[in-house]
């Protein structure tokens, strides 16, 4: 994902991210423009509705399955 913005000062930014950074960065976009994470659950891939099943689970799993330990 490629972003581009304004920080406060004016000054012009952009950042090129991908994978779960990328994820995270359209999420925020997302809230700037209204739309809610589970407006966007059911155009999600099979892989992306197994993680959904980590909502509920202790988080030491979750952290496990990000690799995260």
């Not at 994902?1 to 000062?9: E, F, G, K, S, V």
């Amino acid at each position: 994902m490629r972003a581009r913005w304004l920080d406060p000062n004016g000054e012009r930014h952009q950042a090129v991210r991908s994978g779960w950074r990328a994820r995270i960065l359209q999420h925020e976009v997302d809230h700037l423009n209204g739309i809610l994470y589970v407006d966007r659950v059911f155009t999600r891939s099979a892989h992306d509705h197994q993680l959904l099943g980590l909502v509920s689970r202790p988080l030491a799993e979750v952290r496990a399955a990000f690799g995260l330990g």
